[in-house]
């Protein structure tokens, strides 16, 4: 089946400018993560969503970067007057509860880069 | 407050011989554990995890680790590596299994299998 997918897969983006990178999470998963890798990292949480509720965004940076999920599915993650040390690869997750624990699957990830 | 430290950050291993990564976890709470294995350009799956039942845990691709209470640590070992093994592998922690919970991944162990 379709797993986790992302778009676009690479952006570059001039500072300043803004940009939105999408998730498409598993059909019927009601968890949605977005976490943060920059190059030599492990990923970083940034906000997590039950269906369409933001139930914790304490890994945002700053309050340049926006999360949304309207309808409980689809998820943007926005940033606003991208910097320099915004290049990294974001990651997208989505989960569903399950008896044996509530695992995590990956999309492939956007790599921004802000030159 | 949970927190993941994976010692060594590059290792390097025969075709055939035994890989063993390490990944200590420091959780105030009972811990869930996982390793994810991540390839080139791709985002991260899950190899096994650890949810509190058996504490010898086998997961995909010949892969298995043993939580030890004690020691605080989730060592990910395969008795003969394969070239196929070549990854970044990451150790993560939740609270609460990862559905409603982040994950908080240590900074990722690159396994190179040389013949």
């Known amino acids: 089946g379709a797993g986790v997918s992302q778009s676009p897969r690479y952006k570059v983006a001039k500072r300043g400018q803004d940009v939105a990178l999408r998730c498409d999470p598993i059909?019927?998963?009601?968890?949605l993560f977005w976490y943060q890798q920059a190059l030599g990292q492990g990923p970083e949480f940034l906000t997590y969503?039950?269906?369409?509720?933001?139930?914790?965004k304490s890994g945002l940076p700053s309050d340049r970067f926006f999360a949304e999920r309207p309808e409980g599915s689809v998820s943007t993650l926005k940033i606003q007057r991208t910097q320099q040390e915004d290049s990294a690869v974001y990651l997208c997750?989505?989960?569903?509860?399950?008896?044996?624990?509530?695992?995590?699957?990956f999309g492939p990830g956007t790599r921004l880069t802000v030159t | 407050a949970q927190s993941v430290t994976q010692l060594g950050s590059h290792v390097s291993v025969s075709e055939g011989a035994l890989v063993l990564l390490r990944c200590n976890y420091s959780?105030?709470?009972?811990?869930?554990l996982f390793w994810y294995v991540q390839y080139p350009n791709q985002g991260l799956q899950l190899l096994l995890k650890?949810?509190?039942?058996?504490?010898l845990v086998k997961g995909i691709n010949g892969f298995e680790a043993e939580f030890k209470k004690s020691e605080t640590s989730f060592h990910l070992t395969k008795p003969s590596a394969h070239m196929s093994d070549a990854a970044e592998y990451f150790c993560?922690?939740?609270?609460f299994g990862g559905g409603g919970n982040k994950l908080t991944f240590g900074t990722g162990t690159q396994l190179k299998v040389e013949l």
């Open positions: 997750a989505s989960s569903a509860p399950t008896r044996q624990g509530h695992e995590q699957y």
């Open positions: 059909s019927g998963h009601v968890s």
């Open positions: 969503f039950q269906n369409e509720a933001q139930l914790d």
């Open positions: 959780s105030s709470v009972p811990p869930y």
């Open positions: 650890y949810t509190s039942a058996a504490t």
């Open positions: 993560a922690v939740s609270a």
